[in-house]
């Protein structure tokens, strides 16, 4: 907008888009004023999900609950894998409900120049807003499967399974957080890549997969080889997965030290993801 200046009649601008010339600039101020669009847009992604689907948001419930029996049947009853005295179904929905968190969040986040390339080329607005929606509506995703897997364990509780709720409940925000860092972080990285290489979108899914695999989602950490722990736990979700049973379930190897080294790994991957995503979103549209 210009204006011009009544004493010298000399016209200046009052308000003036620039390109980002810093490594890392995140406008806070900017995005909470595009607050709104962040609801919108996680109104938009939760309907989208279950729109003209026949049994609508119960899919939040019958994914997690069908993946859970699947790995029971295969890891529990096939393979045998131990569960530290918890209940097959217990100890694999509590992997489950975490992992999904994560997984939800960062394949979306990892697409988002790809899925957004028509709004992103006809209308500003800061595309960090985007990331933030995607890990919004996995956060109820996951807040739904999490009330699933409470109703579970005050069953067995009933049952007189000895469990409890201890204080390290406290930190669930904790590990949310972390989550919510990684998989936008990493999601970043290879959302960067995928605006220029479309090939890294097909092996998605695989990456998804095998990530799971080296995650203590349906092991428990204590089985894996001393030879292999190090390994394991230097995945970032390896910490989040085993702190949650630990917390809910009171079975659980992960050390301090362990889970300072994820926390490392969070920041390191989160501050590397934003710092590409910053430098990608002023040229993306030229190759996406």
Do not use: C
Not at 25 to 43: P, S
Not at 190 to 197: D, E, G, N
Request: glycine share 4%; charged share 15%; proline share 5%.
């Amino acid at each position: 907008m210009k204006i011009f200046n009544k004493s010298k009649e000399e016209p200046y601008w009052d308000n003036e888009i620039a390109p980002v010339k810093t490594w890392l600039k995140i406008n806070f101020k900017e995005i909470f004023i595009f607050r709104d669009l962040i609801y919108l847009f996680v109104k938009r992604d939760f309907v989208v999900f279950y729109k003209q689907t026949i049994l609508g948001p119960l899919w939040y419930i019958i994914q997690p609950v069908f993946n859970t029996l699947v790995f029971a049947f295969v890891f529990g009853t096939i393979a045998n894998i131990p569960t530290d005295g918890i209940p097959p179904f217990l100890f694999y929905l509590s992997g489950t409900v975490v992992w999904g968190y994560f997984a939800n969040s960062f394949s979306q986040t990892s697409q988002v120049f790809v899925t957004n390339k028509e709004i992103f080329g006809k209308v500003y607005f800061p595309r960090i807003t985007v990331p933030i929606s995607i890990v919004a509506t996995s956060m109820i995703q996951f807040f739904i499967q999490f009330l699933i897997f409470l109703a579970l364990f005050f069953y067995y509780k009933y049952q007189g399974l000895e469990i409890f709720i201890t204080y390290k409940t406290l930190f669930l925000p904790v590990i949310l957080l972390q989550i919510a860092l990684l998989s936008v972080g990493f999601g970043m990285v290879i959302s960067a890549i995928t605006a220029k290489y479309r090939d890294l979108v097909q092996a998605l899914g695989f990456l998804v997969q095998i990530w799971m695999y080296l995650t203590p989602v349906v092991y428990p950490l204590s089985e894996v080889p001393d030879a292999y722990r190090f390994l394991i736990t230097l995945n970032p979700m390896t910490a989040p997965v085993e702190f949650f049973r630990g917390s809910f379930l009171g079975v659980s190897s992960i050390s301090s030290f362990e889970i300072l080294l994820s926390w490392i790994v969070t920041v390191i991957l989160f501050v590397i993801g934003l710092i590409l995503f910053v430098r990608v979103e002023k040229t993306f549209m030229d190759t996406v």
